[in-house]
């Protein structure tokens, strides 16, 4: 967004218009594989942009934008983890799932004029699994301290088992 869009691209009245059309526009091209819909009524709201695979085995997308409010957000990454969570509490993801879809991807992009800021569900289960990561690495360095299964346990909120299996 720095390099290509002109500060006028994305100011005036609704630059959330401007963010919506560019991600629909680059969406038409996967129109052989998604069935794509644009403001419509899922759930208990309207989401901005949701891609339904035609193949039940390919994820769901669903795509939140949100324009970074001053007063109410503290940061733009604040604004697109409240797109998120708008995402969640409004379900959004009940037409995917009427298609026999679960494996739902959801993105919420912020944005300050050019400024960008993206989260997903996928950052939250990276995250989960790199918590889990340094879970592991810290209790194999309290078993060779020497401290016992359950202390390492205790310290860590792994299992007997998990302990043992390292």
């Given at each position: 967004?720095?390099?290509?869009?002109?500060?006028?691209?994305?100011s005036?009245?609704?630059?959330?218009?401007?963010?919506?059309?560019?991600?629909?526009?680059?969406?038409?091209?996967?129109?052989?594989?998604y069935?794509?819909?644009?403001?419509?009524?899922?759930?208990?709201?309207?989401?901005?942009?949701?891609?339904?695979?035609?193949?039940?085995?390919?994820?769901?997308?669903?795509?939140?934008?949100?324009?970074?409010?001053?007063?109410?957000?503290?940061?733009?990454?604040?604004?697109?983890?409240?797109?998120?969570?708008?995402?969640?509490?409004?379900?959004?993801?009940?037409?995917?799932?009427?298609?026999?879809?679960?494996?739902?991807?959801?993105?919420?992009?912020?944005?300050?004029?050019?400024?960008?800021?993206?989260?997903?569900?996928?950052?939250?289960?990276?995250?989960?699994?790199?918590?889990?990561?340094?879970?592991?690495?810290?209790?194999?360095?309290?078993?060779?301290?020497?401290?016992?299964?359950?202390?390492?346990?205790?310290?860590?909120?792994?299992?007997?088992?998990?302990?043992?299996?390292?």
């Open positions: 967004t720095m390099n290509t869009l002109s500060y006028f691209d994305v005036g009245e609704e630059p959330e218009r401007f963010y919506h059309g560019l991600i629909l526009g680059m969406s038409v091209g996967l129109k052989e594989k069935i794509i819909k644009s403001n419509r009524e899922t759930g208990l709201g309207r989401a901005d942009v949701i891609l339904i695979p035609k193949d039940k085995t390919d994820k769901g997308i669903i795509i939140e934008f949100k324009r970074y409010n001053r007063d109410e957000d503290k940061s733009l990454k604040d604004s697109a983890e409240n797109g998120l969570k708008q995402i969640n509490e409004k379900r959004y993801e009940e037409e995917i799932k009427n298609y026999g879809i679960n494996d739902i991807i959801k993105v919420a992009i912020a944005f300050d004029k050019k400024e960008v800021e993206i989260v997903s569900n996928l950052d939250k289960e990276e995250e989960t699994e790199r918590l889990e990561d340094k879970l592991t690495e810290t209790a194999k360095k309290l078993k060779e301290m020497g401290l016992t299964e359950e202390q390492i346990s205790q310290a860590t909120g792994l299992t007997i088992e998990e302990i043992n299996k390292l």
